[in-house]
């Protein structure tokens, strides 16, 4: 599997993000994609799930009603919409085949600051 993650950058608090993940190597129906974060000095926290066929979506708490994540069969793409960004979401996030990040690329840099 090869996950690519981009769409990172500075956004001050209260702005919106949109980060990608590009899937190639694995068959993308029918599975799990999910996003995972890591803030500076902290482990791999889990952030939002998705299945490509169903649609079911899971949340973690801590962004659950800010961030959006949908799929794009067509593009074999896995996307998270950020809205209402605080700084505690500065992070490097990663899309990944499983909660512990397993699969994950290089990730994508987002830091919230003013």
């Known amino acids: 599997v090869r996950l690519v993650e981009s769409g990172g950058g500075l956004v001050q608090p209260g702005g919106s993000l949109r980060l990608s993940c590009a899937v190639s190597?694995?068959?993308?129906?029918?599975?799990?994609m999910y996003w995972v974060r890591q803030a500076p000095g902290k482990g791999l926290e889990w952030v939002s799930s998705?299945?490509?066929?169903?649609?079911?979506?899971f949340y973690s708490d801590s962004v659950k009603d800010r961030f959006t994540i949908t799929s794009d069969k067509g593009e074999n793409s896995v996307y998270l919409q950020m809205t209402n960004v605080k700084p505690e979401d500065t992070a490097l996030y990663y899309c990944?085949?499983?909660?512990?990040?397993?699969?994950r690329g290089q990730g994508t840099q987002v830091i919230v600051s003013s």
């Open positions: 990944a085949i499983d909660d512990q990040g397993t699969g």
């Open positions: 190597g694995v068959t993308f129906r029918g599975m799990w």
């Open positions: 998705i299945h490509t066929t169903t649609g079911s979506t």
